[in-house]
Each structure stands twice: as C-alpha cells, then as structure tokens.
C-alpha cells in the first residue's frame, strides 16, 4: 500500500475518533451543567471535551510524522515534525498566558 | 466574561447551528458569522467571540477532512508543506491577539469582511486542469477523479513561496479574529498556484484544524475560552453543517452570492461603526 492510501485512511480514523468522543463529552456536560447534578462534573466534562478536540488536530499531525518515518520519508518526517513543535509553542504560550491570570 | 445562563447557551446553539449551515452550503466556513453574532449582537469582547468560533472550526475542519476519506481531492503533501507556515502564523497571531487593542481587532476584521465579500462575488475557478494522468505532476502535484465527468484531473504546484506566504497570513488572521483563513487560502491557491479549485477548498479545510487547534490552545490558557459556550456552538455547528451538507448543492446560484456579499458588507460596516465608538 503507499504512504498515501495508508496515511489516508489513518488520519480519517483519528479525526473522527477525536471529533465524536470530544462531542459527547461536551453534549453530556452541557445538559449535566443545566441539570440537578451540575457543578464540578459538568465542568469537568466539558473541559475533558475541549481539550481533546484541541489535541484532535495534534494527534493527527503525530500520526502523519509515524506513517512518514514508517516510510522513510525523511523530508516529510521534519516538516510533519516542525509543525508540532509550532504546536507546542502554542501549548507553551498557553501555560505562560495562564500563570498570568 | 459573559454570565452564562441557560438562554445565552440556547441563542449560541441556535446560532452555531445557522453558522453551520451557511457555512457548509456556501463553502466558506461558518466563524465569518458567528464572530460577528457573538461580538455585535451578543456584545462579547472579540476574543472571547473568537475562541468559540476557533473550537468550531477545529470540529468542522476535522469532520469534513475525515468525510473526504478516498476522494483524494486533499492533497496532503501539499497541506504538510503548507502547515508549516499556517501554524507558525496562528502561533503569532494567537499571542499578538493576546496584547492587541479591542478596536485594532474590529478594524482587522471589518476590512478581512469586505475582502471575504468582494471575492465571494468575483470567484473564479480558474481551470489548472491539466486532463489525463499521465502528466509528471511534480513533488507537491497531485491527481483525483472529478466526480461529474469521471475524468482524472492532474495539476502541478507552482509557486510555492506564494503559497507559504499565504497560508501564514491566512494563520494569524485566523488566531486573531477567530475564522478559519480558507478565505485566503482557497483563492490563492487557486488563482495563482495551479491548485484546482475543488482540490484547493479541501487541503485548505484539512490544514485549518491545526491553524485553528494553535489559536484556540492559546485562548483557552489565558483564559478567554468559555467552555459551555463553546460547548454549546460546537455542537449546534456540527448539526448545522451535517445538515448543510445534506442539503448539498454547493449554492451557486449568483443572487445568493450577492445577498452573501451584502450581509458581509454589512457586517463590515457594523463593525467598523463599533470600533469607531
């Protein structure tokens, strides 16, 4: 199979594994938080929700930097590979924002 | 901060779902309308506005991506190039946003409005087909089957530092007012780098998961991120687009550009009117 099918239907998987699971985790918190029961859980589930919606599009970028370096395909290797360190910036950015509050 | 109360969680899922729709059936991306909602008729700061609608954008990138699985119109070597350079801008813009003044930000965003509007009326699809497939499509090139007449579409990549360029100020833009930068993107890559339309749109939505997922992440740390809010959006965006979708017929016709355009002037306007006071 080449890099490209396999990459294909890999990188599918993860975003609509990541999509799904992120939205019922938000769909759950949202109606706990306006239930009897909300509070920390319904926070919780929410956050939980968010966050791995944000890390959908970083598990996808890792899984192309694997399949890439499976394939010795060096070039694309280093770019997948720069672009989550970029996205490590941000995660970076995003602790230094957050001490400031 | 907005007081969230179960009324302004249903005006947002409504809303997002709206956002969706128009979005999905106009092709452009549904944050150019619901940043706008949220800031001038729901009077939230634009940063709280463009987190929300950067979570969006990270759920409706991600679903059409996954959808287009086989069709192989996202050119993905081209989009992990293209990558490199959008998320450095999102990085940028998403703590230049951090320091920057209100007002700058709703002056930024009424003349991207006007820019948004003007192409929606004049987009052309410049034919970059090359029909066949037996053509060196290059490094970056790629092939895909066109889906009415059956035929193998080929196209090679030309000027890729354009391309670059673009897709990093299609980054920043994105990160400081919330929107997905396809709107950059897509007509660049069309006009003047060889990338087919069809072709363009889809690598531009496949790349603005990541654009979108670096912005958010820096909203969410300095705490500018409402999380039923965006809660709320992301869900009624989802079912909007699903549903856009399924309605289908990309909207071509050439009145519903304009009233488009219209809308878009006006939001222009609106905004520009807020910055002004």
Partial sequence: MSVETDLEQRIGRVLIIGVRTSAVFLAVGLVLSFSAVAGPIADWMMTIGLLMLMATPVARVVTSMVEYLRYRDWTFSILTAIVLLELCGGVVAALVFHRRL | ?277
């Avoid at chain 2, 998403?94 to 920057?100: C, F, L, N, S, V």
């Avoid at chain 2, 000027?159 to 709107?183: E, K, M, Q």
């Avoid at chain 2, 958010?216 to 549903?243: C, D, F, K």
Wanted: a positive charge; aromatic letters at 6%; glycine letters at 14%.
């Fill in chain 2, 1 to 277: 901060m907005p007081v969230v109360t179960p009324i302004l969680v249903l005006i947002i899922l409504a809303a997002g779902t709206l956002a969706g729709v128009l979005g999905s059936t106009l092709g452009i991306g549904g944050g150019i309308f619901l940043v706008p909602f949220l800031t001038l008729v729901m009077g939230m700061p634009i940063g709280v506005a463009a987190a929300i609608s950067l979570t969006t954008v990270i759920g409706t990138s991600s679903t059409v991506s996954a959808g287009r699985t086989g069709s192989h119109l996202i050119n993905y070597r081209l989009g992990m190039v293209l990558e490199v350079a959008t998320a450095a801008g999102s990085l940028l813009g998403g703590i230049t946003a951090q320091h920057m003044n209100q007002h700058t930000l709703e002056r930024i965003f009424a003349v991207v409005t006007v820019a948004v509007g003007i192409s929606t009326v004049t987009r052309l699809n410049k034919r970059n087909i090359v029909k066949g497939d037996d053509i060196d499509c290059g490094r970056l090139g790629s092939r895909y089957v066109e889906e009415e007449s059956g035929g193998v579409v080929s196209y090679r990549v030309k000027r890729v530092p354009l391309a670059l360029f673009a897709s990093f100020v299609a980054g920043n833009v994105s990160s400081l007012l919330g929107i997905g930068g396809g709107v950059i993107k897509v007509p660049v890559l069309n006009a003047w780098c060889g990338v087919p339309l069809r072709a363009a749109a889809a690598t531009s939505a496949f790349m603005i998961g990541v654009t979108a997922a670096a912005g958010a992440i820096i909203y969410y740390g300095s705490g500018q991120l409402v999380p039923s809010l965006a809660a709320a959006a992301i869900l009624g965006v989802h079912a909007g687009s699903t549903a856009g979708m399924r309605i289908g017929s990309r909207a071509s016709a050439r009145s519903l550009k304009v009233l488009l355009a219209v809308v878009l002037f006006a939001v222009a306007g609106l905004m520009l009117f807020r910055s002004l006071q």
